[in-house]
């Protein structure tokens, strides 16, 4: 998720290049709700895992 981030914030910047403010923001928009979901997934997990006592795998 954090890759579909990067890439909605490449867009947004060619997009601001290119003087397509309304595509930019959107894809500024949309890098931002994406970046936080993926925070908040790997948020989730971590509790997950840490209340299930579980190591990690290497």
């Given at each position: 998720?954090?890759?579909w981030?990067?890439?909605?914030?490449?867009?947004?910047?060619?997009?601001?290049?290119?003087?397509?403010?309304?595509i930019?923001?959107?894809?500024?928009?949309?890098?931002?709700?994406?970046?936080?979901?993926?925070?908040?997934?790997?948020?989730?997990?971590?509790?997950?895992?840490?209340?299930?006592?579980?190591?990690?795998r290497?």
């Amino acid at each position: 998720m954090i890759g579909w981030a990067i890439t909605f914030l490449v867009v947004a910047l060619v997009a601001a290049l290119l003087g397509f403010g309304g595509i930019a923001g959107t894809a500024m928009e949309a890098a931002k709700i994406v970046f936080f979901v993926a925070i908040a997934l790997f948020l989730i997990s971590a509790v997950m895992g840490a209340v299930r006592g579980r190591s990690p795998r290497l």
